[in-house]
C-alpha cells in the first residue's frame, strides 16, 4: 500500500459492499485530507466575501485567494501571477477564449485547428461563436499526425486547439514541437490541460503556448474551479466574458469601463472555498516526489496492459507509445455500459461511454468503449481486481 | 429483489443473445425511434395495430447496452396483443416500478424481474428507452 494512498480518506469507504477500487480518475480524481481540511477550514473558522470587506475575515479570505494565483503561477513553471484567471473550470477557460479572444478575430469561414481527439469542451465552445473546424487526424496508434499538422497549420486557421493529454487514449502530445510549428505558421495555441496537469509537470515558460487551462477537480482539488492561463498582452487586450461585480473599473448607465484582467474576467463572487481548495491541492501535489509518481503510473500501466490482453475478446481502442495511465477497451459481445455494471457490483469503478468524444470513437469505428484511469493512489490490487471483473464479464457474455 | 448480478445472469444476457421481435415490420401502422444521446443506445420500434385496435405484430432493431436490448425484448413480447391503453398501462406500471413509486405489479407479469434495476438509478434510462419509444409511436398516432 502505497503511503500516498493513506492520504485520501475515501479508500478506507466500500462501494456496493466491496473495497473501492477507484479506476476513473479521469473523470475526476480522489481528494487527499489536506484538501478536504483547507475548504471545511475555510467555511468554519474564517467564511467571507472577497474585494468587499475590510474586516478579518473578509481581507484573509482576499490574501488567500489572490495568492492562490501565485500558488497556481510557480505551479505552471513560473509564469506572471496576473495571468492566472480563475473560472468554473477547463470547459468554462475555453469559451472564455472562445468569446473573448476568437469571437472579436472571426470572419467568415474563418477557422480553428483541433485535432481528432479533442474532448467536445475543445470543440463546441469555437463552433458556437461560429468557427469551422479543421481536425488534426489522429494514426491507428492514437497518436497526432504531426505531417498533417504542419500542413494544417499553414492553411490559415486562426487558432491551434489541442488537448495536451487525450482523455480517452491517454496519448501525451508533443506540444512544445506543434508550438513550434505553429509559431513558424504565426498561429496562436490554446493547450487543454485537464489531463495533464495531475500527471506531470507542466512548464509554461518554455512550452511555448499562447493560452493553457485545466479543472481544480482533476488535480486532486474541488470541482466548480479552475484555471485559465494567457499571455498577458493576449489577456489585456479581449474584452470581458460575463459582466458583473468585480470585473468593473468604474459604472454608469451611459457606459461602463472594466477592471484589468486577470480580474475583467472573473465577474461575480467566485468560488472561493474551490480557490483556497484547489491551493491545498497544488501544494500537495507539488510536495510528492513527482518523478516517482511518473515511474509508478507507468510501471502500473505497462503490468495492467499486461493483465487485460489476458482477458479474451479484450481489445485495445490504441496503444500510443507515450501515454499517461489510461486502458481504454471495447469487449466482443460486451457493450461498454454492460462490463461497467459488472464491474460496479464488484466495487470497481470505472468509466463507460463516449468519455465526450464522439468524433474520435467514430475515428475508431466504435460507439462507446471502457475506460480505466489511474491516480497517484491507484495500486496493482486496483488492476487484479479489474481484470478479474473482466473475466466475470467474459464468463456471463460467453 | 434481483442484484444487477443476478438481473445480467437469468435474464438480461439471454435476451441480449437471442432478442424477440428483433425485426422490421413490412407494413408497421406505427413507428417511432428513440436514441440515448449520452450512451449512443438507439432503438427502433414498428408495431402494426389491427382493426381492434390491438397490437397484432410488433418489432424492433438497434444497438445499445444488453439492459436496453433485453428490455425492447421483453417489452415486444408483453404488448403483443393488448390495446394500445392496456400497453399504455404496462408503460406506467414500470416506469412507476423502476423509478420507485407505487406500481402494479400484477399486470407486469415477466417483466417484474427488472424491479431490481430501480436501486440503480443511472441504468433505469436503459430500461426505459424502448418503452418511451412505445409510448411515443402510440400517442404519436392517436393524434392523427
Same mark, same amino acid.
Given at each position: ?12 469507504? +466500500? ?5 473501492? $477500487? ?5 473523470? $475526476? ?10 475548504? =471545511? ?9 472577497? &474585494? ?12 488567500? #485567494? ?23 473550470? +477547463? ?7 472562445? &468569446?473573448? #479572444? ?17 474532448? &467536445? ?38 487558432? =491551434? ?9 491517454? +496519448? ?79 459604472? +454608469? ?24 481548495? =484547489? ?14 509518481? /511518473?515511474? =509508478? ?11 487485460? /490482453? ?35 457490483? /464488484? ?7 463516449? &468519455? ?20 497517484? #493512489? ?6 487484479? $481486481? ?13 | 429483489? !434481483? ?29 417511432? *425511434? ?16 389491427? %382493426? ?13 447496452? !444488453?439492459?436496453?436490448? %433485453? ?17 399504455? %398501462? ?39 428507452? !424502448?418503452?418511451?419509444?412505445?409510448? *411515443? ?5 392517436? *393524434?392523427?
Amino acid at each position: 500500500m502505497s503511503s500516498v494512498r493513506a492520504e485520501f480518506p475515501i479508500f478506507s469507504r +466500500t462501494s456496493r459492499g466491496k473495497p473501492l $477500487t477507484y479506476l476513473d480518475s479521469g473523470a $475526476t480524481t480522489q481528494k487527499p485530507q489536506v484538501v478536504i481540511d483547507a475548504e =471545511l477550514g475555510f467555511y468554519e473558522g474564517w467564511n467571507a466575501n472577497i &474585494h468587499r470587506g475590510v474586516y478579518e475575515f473578509s481581507e484573509r479570505a482576499t490574501m488567500a #485567494y489572490d495568492g492562490t494565483r501565485d500558488t497556481v503561477a510557480e505551479f505552471l513553471g513560473g509564469v506572471r501571477a496576473d495571468e492566472i484567471v480563475f473560472v468554473r473550470g +477547463t470547459t468554462e477557460a475555453i469559451n472564455l477564449v472562445a &468569446h473573448s #479572444y476568437l469571437k472579436p478575430k472571426m470572419t467568415p469561414g474563418a477557422t480553428v485547428l483541433v485535432t481528432e481527439m479533442e474532448h &467536445h469542451a475543445n470543440i463546441i465552445p469555437w463552433q458556437l461563436v461560429g468557427a469551422t473546424l479543421k481536425a488534426i487526424p489522429v494514426t491507428d496508434a492514437g497518436e497526432l499526425d504531426l505531417q498533417a499538422a504542419e500542413r494544417m497549420l499553414g492553411e490559415g486557421p486562426l487558432l =491551434l486547439a489541442v488537448t495536451h493529454v487525450s482523455n480517452t487514449l491517454g +496519448t501525451i502530445n508533443p506540444i512544445a514541437e506543434l508550438a513550434a510549428m505553429a509559431k513558424r505558421h504565426g498561429v496562436p495555441v490554446l493547450v487543454d490541460g485537464a489531463q495533464a496537469v495531475g500527471h506531470f509537470p507542466v512548464d509554461l515558460t518554455t512550452l511555448g503556448v499562447d493560452f493553457y487551462c485545466f479543472s481544480g477537480h482533476k488535480l486532486f482539488g474541488p470541482t466548480g474551479v479552475g484555471v485559465l492561463w494567457g499571455r498577458h498582452e493576449l489577456l489585456e487586450a479581449m474584452p470581458p466574458f460575463q459582466g458583473g461585480g468585480d470585473m468593473i473599473d468604474r459604472v +454608469t448607465f451611459e457606459r461602463s469601463t472594466f477592471a484589468a484582467s486577470p480580474q475583467r474576467f472573473e465577474a461575480g463572487t467566485p468560488n472561493i472555498a474551490g480557490v483556497i481548495g =484547489l491551493d491545498a491541492a497544488i501544494r500537495w501535489l507539488s510536495a510528492q516526489d513527482r518523478p516517482a509518481l /511518473e515511474r =509508478l503510473d507507468a510501471e502500473l500501466l505497462a503490468a495492467g496492459y499486461e493483465m487485460l /490482453e489476458q482477458v479474451p475478446g479484450l481489445r485495445f481502442i490504441a496503444r500510443p507509445a507515450s501515454q499517461v495511465g489510461v486502458l481504454t477497451f471495447t469487449m466482443d459481445g460486451a457493450h461498454p455500459h454492460d462490463i461497467a455494471s459488472i464491474l460496479d457490483s /464488484e466495487g470497481v469503478c470505472i468509466r463507460a461511454g463516449h &468519455h465526450c468524444t464522439q468524433p474520435l470513437h467514430a475515428r475508431f469505428g466504435v460507439p462507446a468503449s471502457a475506460r480505466a484511469s489511474f491516480g497517484p #493512489y491507484t495500486t496493482e490490487q486496483d488492476l487484479l $481486481t479489474l481484470t478479474r471483473g473482466l473475466l466475470k464479464v467474459r464468463e456471463l457474455f460467453g | 429483489m !434481483a442484484t444487477m448480478d443476478e438481473m445480467y445472469q437469468t435474464l438480461i444476457i439471454e435476451h441480449d443473445r437471442s432478442p424477440r421481435n428483433f425485426k422490421a415490420l413490412e407494413a408497421p401502422t406505427h413507428h417511432a *425511434e428513440g436514441r440515448n444521446p449520452l450512451c449512443g443506445d438507439e432503438v427502433s420500434l414498428d408495431l402494426r395495430l389491427d %382493426a381492434d385496435g390491438r397490437i397484432a405484430e410488433v418489432g424492433f432493431q438497434g444497438q445499445g447496452c !444488453a439492459v436496453s436490448k %433485453a428490455s425492447a425484448s421483453m417489452m415486444t413480447t408483453a404488448i403483443q396483443g393488448k390495446t394500445v391503453d392496456e400497453a399504455m %398501462a404496462l408503460f406506467d406500471s414500470f416506469h412507476a416500478m423502476l423509478t420507485g413509486k407505487t406500481a402494479d405489479k400484477e399486470i407486469l407479469g415477466k417483466l417484474k424481474a427488472f424491479e431490481g434495476l430501480a436501486v440503480y438509478p443511472m441504468r433505469v434510462k436503459c430500461a426505459t428507452m !424502448a418503452w418511451h419509444v412505445l409510448k *411515443e409511436s402510440l400517442g404519436a398516432s392517436r *393524434e392523427s
